[in-house]
């Protein structure tokens, strides 16, 4: 599966969006960081992002998705810009696992 990263967030290359329950946000943000309250920002001429359902019975439980028409870059603050072609993108944040613990958790940016 191919994908980029910028810091904690995955950017996946996916086929088409989910025939799935979606909301259009009328943002560029794709993430804000936890602790610095920096955000991923996409900049392009022509993109939608959106919330999209992740099953077929909960509305609460939602990914973001962008639509990139054109090709764009994602900044943020404290990373490096990364320039992505046109297409589209499922986003995801990285995880850790804590052993000690036993538990699964995002990585906090």
Do not use: C
Request: aromatic fraction near 12%; hydrophobic fraction near 30%; glycine fraction near 6%.
């Amino acid at each position: 599966m191919m994908y980029y990263q910028q810091g904690d967030v995955l950017l996946f290359i996916e086929k088409e969006l989910p025939k799935r329950k979606r909301q259009y946000l009328n943002t560029n943000i794709i993430q804000h960081g936890e602790a610095t309250g920096h955000a991923h920002r996409i900049h392009s001429e022509e993109f939608k992002i959106y919330d999209i359902s992740i099953s077929d019975w909960k509305d609460d439980e939602t990914e973001k998705w962008i639509d990139l028409y054109q090709g764009g870059t994602i900044s943020h603050e404290e990373h490096k810009s990364i320039e992505l072609p046109k297409g589209i993108y499922r986003i995801g944040i990285v995880r850790e696992y804590d052993h000690f613990k036993e538990e699964t958790r995002k990585v906090i940016d």
